[in-house]
């Protein structure tokens, strides 16, 4: 589905789903399609486009902003974005897909990427697509050890809620140079998704968040 249009910019489907109607983002959509980067496809082929060579802020959210719409185009579909405004709610899209979870550690977890799951755009369809069958339960399930339970080294993920402030002081402090550097050590410590990790992408998404 979609693959020719898709893989040359590094892009998969991650999520695809009939939303009920509270979930829908106007409403004649019928099927919601989540796509995002194709594991370490996607950080090479970004790197040489003109959003990451001008020096201006931003530049991944303005390369999705150029490269998603002309594709929705061909496709009779409409784009929605995880950045600017309106808000839309990703985290309960991907929860309604039944190909995401809430892990133990509150971040999303996907069938095949793991904790390292990010979007760049959903696709809105009028039509209701036939769609493949999914997943019955969250992997995390039974994943022997629950890892990410225990990998952050700032002590951050709290049974209740995740603690950005304690994260943040700690990314400050020398000990935080591997998680900005190489990423998220509770993402990096799901046995899904191993093959998505990509120290490249994950500094820069860490700059980011560490902004």
């Keep these: 589905m979609f693959v020719e249009q898709l893989a040359p910019l590094g892009l998969v489907i991650l999520a695809a789903f009939h939303p009920e109607r509270h979930l829908r983002p106007d409403p004649t ?7 995002g980067p194709d594991g370490q496809k996607f950080w090479p082929i970004i790197q040489e486009s003109p ?11 303005r390369w999705t902003s150029r490269i998603v719409p002309p594709i929705a185009e061909t496709l009779n579909a409409r784009p929605y974005f995880p ?8 985290f309960k899209w991907a929860l309604a897909s039944r190909q995401a979870w809430q892990s133990p550690v ?14 760049r755009a959903a696709l809105a369809f009028d039509a209701k697509l036939e ?3 999914k997943p ?14 225990t990998a952050c080294p700032a002590k951050a993920m709290l049974p ?10 700690f990314l400050n402090r020398e000990p935080g140079l ?11 410590a799901c046995p899904i998704g191993q093959s998505e990790q990509d120290p490249a992408r994950a500094a820069f998404h860490m700059a980011a968040f560490h902004s």
């Design 51 to 61: 959003e990451f060579r001008d020096g201006k802020p931003n530049p991944l959210d």
């Design 131 to 133: 769609l493949p069958a």
């Design 178 to 188: 591997d998680c900005m550097s190489q990423g998220c050590q509770v993402r990096r």
């Design 136 to 149: 019955a339960n969250s992997p995390c399930e039974t994943c022997i050890g629950q890892p990410c339970r």
């Design 106 to 119: 509150h971040l999303l977890v996907h069938e095949s990427q793991g904790l390292l799951v990010s979007f």
């Design 160 to 169: 209740d809620r995740y603690d950005t402030a304690t994260c943040h002081s």
């Design 83 to 90: 950045f600017g405004q309106p808000y839309q709610p990703f």
């Design 29 to 35: 959509t019928r099927t919601l399609i989540l796509i």
